[in-house]
T-cell receptor, first 117, second 114 residues
């Protein structure tokens, strides 16, 4: 079974530029998450999708961050314009069960490391 | 609201000795509790979970964790540490109702010395 795929693995940009990250979850997984992991901290949820609908985006900085999962499969996270404090690893995760029935583990991709100069 | 605290930034242990990585949590209702491990430049890997039932849960690579409701703790343990266990460990929690995602702790770096 293929795991969660993320790209690019590494990205370096200047502040005020834009960047996009892509995630393809495990086939058949209904729920997809984007987490931000700043160096030395634990992952922090940015947005949770169930199929193509947003379940929770309360911690997404909507003035600069956006995410979509149009067909309920792969997802894109965009940052525009980037700030220095956006330097982090962006982790995508998925799980098979709908969010409300989710007692199982999340499957994580290897992450996309963003450096903003 | 749900939250997790991992009071130790780093735990050092000699190979062959038992190890404990501490975690306390806070939720409004009943908790679902998880431990994940992260190796350098890799994503998080699931180790074990507590949902209900026996307070001692066993997981991958010989790890186990004990759920203590009165102390709101879920400490990770292993009877005999290996050098290859050296990694970053995260505790996570979510409430047993609703559709909330996991909330993670800040992580504890485990260093096992040969």
């Amino acid at each position: 079974e293929a795991g969660v795929a993320q790209s690019p693995r590494y990205k370096i940009i200047e502040k005020r530029q834009s960047v996009a990250f892509w995630c393809n979850p495990i086939s058949g997984h209904a729920t997809l998450y984007w987490y931000q992991q700043i160096l030395g901290q634990g992952p922090k949820l940015l947005i949770q999708f169930q199929n193509n609908g947003v379940v929770d985006d309360s911690q997404l900085p909507k003035d600069r961050f956006s995410a979509e999962r149009l067909k309920g499969v792969d997802s894109t996270l965009k940052i525009q314009p980037a700030k220095l404090e956006d330097s982090a690893v962006y982790l995508c995760a998925s799980t098979a069960l709908p969010g409300g029935m989710n007692t199982g583990e999340l499957f994580f991709g290897e992450g996309s490391r963003l450096t903003v100069l | 609201a749900q939250s997790v605290a991992q009071p130790e930034d780093q735990v050092n242990v000699a190979e062959g000795n038992p190890l404990t990585v501490k975690c306390t949590y806070s939720v409004s209702g009943n908790p679902y509790l998880f431990w994940y491990v992260q190796y350098p430049n890799r994503g998080l890997q699931f180790l074990l979970k507590y949902i209900t039932g026996d307070n001692l849960v066993k997981g991958s690579y010989g790890f186990e964790a004990e759920f203590n409701k009165s102390q709101t703790s879920f400490h990770l343990k292993k009877p005999s540490a290996l050098v290859s266990d050296s990694a970053l460990y995260f505790c996570a929690v979510r409430e047993d109702t609703g559709r909330r995602a996991l909330t993670f702790g800040s992580g504890t770096r485990l260093q096992v010395q040969p």
